[in-house]
């Protein structure tokens, strides 16, 4: 299993660019989320998918759309990239509800926005 | 809402050295807690969990106590290793919550001297 798989690993745009990370993962997870991580304010939430053509808002959804077409894939768009998005961009994915494994994370992909 | 407060890092220690990294928590329900590693350029991978009060987590040699009547979950090992540099986040989630999301603290950067 190669789990949880981020693509690309490194992007640089320019501002009002439009780009979208796939993310993958080969474990048959229900539940998929989008985090970024930014110096000092650990991982916030951008939107999740509890399956397949689901999705919903995170913390700080603005600037970013998703799809879930299929349920090995969870994509994050930027349609009109800001440099408030450069960040490293996670993805992660868990099984289900019952017996709370925790989720399992992908190698991240790190974006700048000049 | 809920939240996750960690010590600020860094954190720095010679091997062998015995650590301990404060975590608390504020929840309404009833949290699943864990703590996540995340080496240099790697993604976040789960290190321990616990889901009920009185719960111990441990790995690696690295272990936890879910403590209720102090909302804390402080992460402890007897001896580090110079491998064990990393950044350490204590996070939660709502057990019963309809969709699990992970809430993290800022997370706590280790540096293990030789």
């Known amino acids: 299993n190669a789990g949880v798989t981020q693509t690309p690993k490194f992007r640089v745009l320019k501002t009002g660019q439009s780009m979208t990370l796939l993310c993958a993962q080969d474990m048959n997870h229900e539940y998929m989320y989008w985090y970024r991580q930014d110096p000092g304010m650990g991982l916030r939430l951008i939107h999740y998918s509890v399956g397949e053509g689901t999705t919903a808002k995170g913390e700080v959804p603005d600037g970013y759309n998703v799809s879930r077409l299929k349920k090995q894939n969870f994509l994050l768009g930027l349609e009109s990239a800001a440099p408030s998005q450069t960040s490293v961009y996670f993805c992660?994915?868990?099984?289900?509800?019952?017996?709370?494994?925790?989720?399992?994370f992908g190698p991240g992909t790190r974006l700048t926005v000049l | 809402g809920d939240s996750v407060t960690q010590m600020e890092g860094p954190v720095t220690l010679s091997e062998e050295a015995f650590l301990t990294i404060n975590c608390t928590y504020t929840?309404?329900?009833?949290?699943?807690l864990f703590w996540y590693v995340q080496y240099p350029g790697e993604g976040l991978q789960l290190l321990l969990k616990a889901t009920k009060a009185d719960d111990k987590g441990s790995n690696k040699g690295f272990e936890a106590t879910y403590r209720k009547e102090t909302t804390s979950f402080h992460l402890e090992k007897g001896s580090v290793q110079v491998s064990d540099s990393a950044v350490y986040f204590c996070a939660l989630s709502e057990y019963g919550g309809a969709t699990n999301k992970l809430i993290f603290g800022t997370g706590t950067l280790l540096a293990v001297q030789p």
């Open positions: 929840a309404t329900g009833y949290p699943s």
């Open positions: 992660a994915s868990r099984p289900g509800l019952a017996g709370d494994l925790g989720q399992f």
